[in-house]
């Protein structure tokens, strides 16, 4: 029992080998689609192929339906882009979460997010009871118990092979309130989070400052932040988050430069009009990875091009990212296989 | 207190359609209260029925009475003629009022007049808050005496979530954050640090999870003769 795998590596992820690198990672997103249909998410892998090191599959986002997270993670794993398996705790309790993620390190998943979840009130079954037996804190450092120590959440042995993940929590800079927000960062941190992902930010200011208090603490030399980057499509868009969304903060400047991309363009002109503001869209993507990388402590970005996938590629080109990286293979002796 | 509402007028008339002898029974604790069910309650509750469903045709006879607590057998044993001469009693106490009517009296038909709707107390005048979840195993000791587990829309234990804002629980803009009054008590009395550490998972045994729960006091209990 040790928190390094025979390999060398907590789990030997090809998002742990770049991280641990020094490498700046990018990962990516992929909505599951609100049906079976496996083309659909072999169409959107085939958008992110090459482009990121791992992809994060949503689960339940926002409390709507979906292929299950697992489920269309097993299709990127054929399809050879690692996926970065997202888990909430609305749905599930401790023993449906412990056994599904037994069933997906089976298939190949070697990334884990922690989340607690959208309330099921934003959802399609708001009527429905929501668990929350434990909290996304409580997941981190159950599954890394189950990594490092080999015993489920109960203290029971886990029988042969241990589920060995990349352990990843969520973190938002700009939820309330505010000054806890590092803390509860470290809080992630003690549990035995292996790396973290940021909330979509647009204010970077107000991230830098939070990311102060972060190295203050100390905290970006024992966990990987991965700063969430998120292209706008629209004003329109731009102002809903930024006046509807909890959690979020864009601020006034990003909302003009996506309100003046349209400039000097016949207003009838509709087609224009929308490649103009999802241009601009893509460069102030572009923009806030160059600021996010000389933050110091950022180790890599998370691009959510949700229902864009397009995007990906010119964002993460645009940012001078590609060619992606290749890790280190893993050692061949290993017990561990990728 | 237990905060209830009550229920409306046509679902109150369905639960009782069938039959003739109506008894309402109001409670003189908490639902009186919060006006939800008391003796004022139980009497314009009658009348309503009275009145409404005369309207409706039918020649129902709608009488009440309230008992100072539902919940206890002996202030529900003195009105068993009043119960056994009705049709149908409809109880307007809490859920555990309208069980104890129906387990001390088998025979009777109790309906519920009343959604009981949790544990709370009234902050303004005409307002109640929920305050407790009766989970079994308080933490109001590390967490400044605000519960996350009755106060938190997703009952969390470590600090708040994404969704805090302003103060307020994104999933209802007038409701505040469990989160962010513990974050403040604690900072004011200047114990943030019982928050630093992780709260492991919860024993939910001890909450509706294990199954119903049961108190026995041997200490209080009346001594059992020796029969045996």
């Known amino acids: 029992m040790s928190d390094v795998s025979s390999n060398g590596y907590k789990s030997g992820s090809r998002l742990e080998r770049i991280l641990r690198a020094g490498h700046f990672a990018v990962t990516g997103e992929l909505g599951p689609p609100q049906g079976a249909e496996i083309n659909v998410i072999r169409e959107k892998a085939e958008l992110l192929q090459g482009l990121v090191d791992a992809v994060n599959i949503t689960d339940n986002q926002t409390a709507i339906v979906r292929m299950s997270s697992i489920g269309a993670g097993t299709i990127l794993v054929q399809e050879k882009l690692e996926p970065i398996i997202q888990m909430t705790c609305r749905d599930r309790n401790r023993l449906a979460i412990q056994s599904d993620l037994l069933g997906a390190y089976a298939l190949g998943m070697r990334n884990l997010l922690c989340l607690t979840g959208d309330h099921q009130s934003f959802g399609n079954h708001p009527t429905a009871k929501n668990v929350h037996d434990i909290d996304s804190l409580q997941l981190v450092q159950m599954v890394v118990g189950m990594r490092d120590e080999e015993h489920f959440e109960c203290g029971d042995e886990i029988k042969e092979t241990a589920p060995r993940f990349f352990v990843g929590a969520a973190a938002n800079p700009f939820g309330d309130p505010f000054e806890w927000r590092p803390y509860r960062l470290a809080k992630k941190v003690k549990a035995g989070a292996d790396f973290i992902q940021t909330q979509l930010i647009y204010n970077v200011e107000r991230f830098a400052e939070f990311m102060d208090k972060v190295r203050e603490l100390g905290l970006h030399e024992q966990v990987y932040i991965l700063a969430g980057i998120g292209p706008l499509k629209s004003p329109g868009m731009a102002r809903y988050m930024r006046d509807q969304v909890a959690g979020l903060d864009v601020p006034d400047a990003i909302v003009d430069r996506m309100t003046h991309a349209t400039d000097g363009i016949d207003p009838e002109d509709k087609k224009a009009r929308r490649n103009a503001w999802r241009k601009e869209g893509m460069q102030v993507a572009i923009d806030l990875i160059k600021q996010m990388r000389e933050i110091e402590g950022v180790a890599g970005v998370h691009v959510m091009a949700i229902e864009w996938e397009e995007a990906v590629k010119p964002i993460v080109e645009g940012a001078g990212l590609l060619p992606r990286p290749e890790p280190e293979p893993l050692p061949t002796s290993g017990s561990e296989t990728e | ?228």
């Not at chain 2, 009234?122 to 195993?137: D, F, L």
């Not at chain 2, 492991?200 to 045996?228: F, H, M, Q, Y």
């Open chain 2, 1 to 228: 207190m237990i905060v209830a509402e009550q229920k409306s007028l046509e679902e109150i008339k369905n639960l009782i359609a069938d039959m003739e002898k109506v008894l309402v029974v109001g409670c003189g604790t908490c639902v009186t209260v919060c006006f939800a069910g008391g003796d004022k309650e139980a009497g314009i509750l009658a009348s309503s029925l009275r009145m409404s469903t005369k309207l409706d045709g039918s020649t129902k006879e709608v009488t009440h009475i309230t008992v100072q607590r539902q919940c206890e057998w002996e202030y529900i044993d003195p009105i068993a003629d009043q119960i056994n001469d009705a049709d149908i009693v409809l109880s307007i106490g809490c859920g555990i009022g309208v069980q104890a009517i129906a387990e001390r009296y088998p025979e009777t038909v109790v309906v519920p007049g009343l959604n009981t709707t949790f544990l709370g107390l009234p902050t303004e005048q005409g307002v109640w808050e929920e305050r407790c979840a009766a989970c079994g195993e308080c933490i109001l000791g590390i967490t400044g005496g605000i519960c996350p587990i009755a106060r938190c829309a997703k009952q969390l234990l470590n600090g708040p979530c994404g969704g805090s804002q302003n103060g307020m629980c994104e999933i209802n803009p007038d409701t505040p954050c469990a989160w962010q009054l513990i974050y403040d008590k604690l900072k004011s009395q200047d114990r943030l640090h019982l928050i630093m550490d992780v709260q492991p998972p919860k024993n939910w045994s001890s909450s509706r999870d294990g199954g119903p729960r049961k108190i026995t006091r041997e200490d209080l209990r009346l001594a059992v003769e020796d029969s045996e």
